[in-house]
């Protein structure tokens, strides 16, 4: 049965990219590991019914609004997955306007993973971008290869507010 909720999906697909990264002879930085995650992970769920529906609702390195805080106007954000397919953030007249159904920052850390599992920054991004656009979920995703297996850690956020650190 396809999984129509976004959040169960992607915890899923974490799940399934977390048992990979420790059975598989692969290694990736950051833009790897998010087009993996995206291309093997993701892609291998897609089907009628299911949250995402097509290729093209998953985006990577995606302009969105920024959260009134932060200083420019848009920012690219490692990888976005839309509500229907071809949907993009811009306006007819080139407005920052739409929000996804989810948006994830990725970090990877191949020599030591740094006091904080998460970076400050895109913590501070993702609540606030959750709690302007309600409709939408974030993530954060730290992938750790300086474990003695690679280890991935994530949150979503919701609202503004993050759920408990998830690691497999």
Known sequence: MPRRR???????ALESFSHFLKTADWRGKERECVNLFAHKFLFDKIEPGAAIECPTQVSIE?????PAQFANRVACK???IWQRPLQTTWSKTWEPIHSPKAVMEWKVYRDHLPRAVFNRHDEDWVASYTADQVGSFGY????????????VYWK?????????????
């Open 62 to 66: 995606c302009s969105l609004k920024q």
């Open 6 to 12: 976004i959040d169960r999906f992607l915890n899923e």
């Open 140 to 151: 954060l995703v730290s992938v750790d290869y300086a474990a003695d297996e690679p280890t």
């Open 156 to 168: 979503q956020a919701q609202r503004g507010v993050f759920s408990k650190v998830r690691c497999v």
């Open 78 to 80: 490692d990888l976005v």
